[in-house]
């Protein structure tokens, strides 16, 4: 099935360090959701785009929604302990029910 | 309490087991999902309802059964279970066809 490329698989970074992840698709979405999932829990949603170019922020997190609609990006700034978890991109194509998951991003944060 | 919830948490089981994953949200949305999660999968879709009495295959429906007779419930069957079927499960919800999605916490099923 329609798969999403999202990278890094995982991420050891430093309290306070900025952060990047991306998805990528070969096929069109008509919208990009970002989920975090703490250990334990299910996934929460961060953010929710809509149109193309469009950029949202939440806080310290800001996503984008890619010009082309194949791609979208995820930034966390100035970490702090509790942004540990999976994040996980998903696209939904126009009129789809359903929505089709990256295969997450792992982030740990040495204090 | 408001919310949706998965029962049991946690579940134990041998292989050619009947198991029931029950899935129940208070919010009256319209769509509800079950999903699975494994390591290096991510999470991948079984079945969905887009209403009451309307349920539809995701992407690894094979050996699982779902019903939607009451807009608040959505349970999962797994009519024998599998090893291969020892996963992680998670039922969501959504409102409108948004794709925002409230997940529950989750239910840990082994299959000996």
């Known amino acids: 099935g329609q798969q999403l490329n999202q990278s890094p698989q995982s991420m050891f970074i430093q309290e306070g360090e900025d952060v990047s992840m991306n998805c990528t698709s070969s096929?069109?979405?008509?919208?990009w959701l970002w989920y975090k999932q703490d250990p334990g829990e299910g996934p929460v949603l961060l953010i929710a785009l809509y149109k193309a170019g469009e950029l949202t922020s939440n806080g310290r997190l800001t996503a984008q929604f890619g010009i082309t609609r194949k791609d979208s990006f995820l930034n966390i700034s100035a970490s702090i302990p509790s942004d540990v978890g999976i994040y996980f991109c998903a696209g939904q194509y126009q009129g789809a029910q359903k929505l089709v998951f990256g295969q997450g991003t792992r982030l740990t944060i040495n204090p | 309490d408001a919310g949706i919830t998965q029962s049991p948490r946690y579940k134990i089981t041998e292989t050619g087991r009947q198991v029931t994953l029950m899935c129940h949200q208070t919010w009256s949305h319209s769509y509800m999902f079950w999903y699975r999660q494994d390591l290096g999968h991510g999470l991948r879709l079984i079945y969905y309802?887009?209403?009451?009495?309307?349920?539809d295959k995701g992407e690894v429906p094979d050996g699982y059964v779902v019903s939607r007779s009451k807009t608040e419930n959505f349970p999962l069957t797994l009519e024998s279970a599998t090893r291969s079927q020892t996963s992680v499960y998670f039922c969501?919800?959504?409102?409108?066809?948004?794709?925002?999605?409230?997940f529950g916490e989750g239910s840990r099923l082994t299959v000996l």
């Open positions: 969501a919800s959504s409102e409108r066809n948004t794709g925002e999605l409230f």
């Open positions: 096929s069109i979405f008509n919208t």
């Open positions: 309802s887009a209403a009451a009495d309307i349920t």
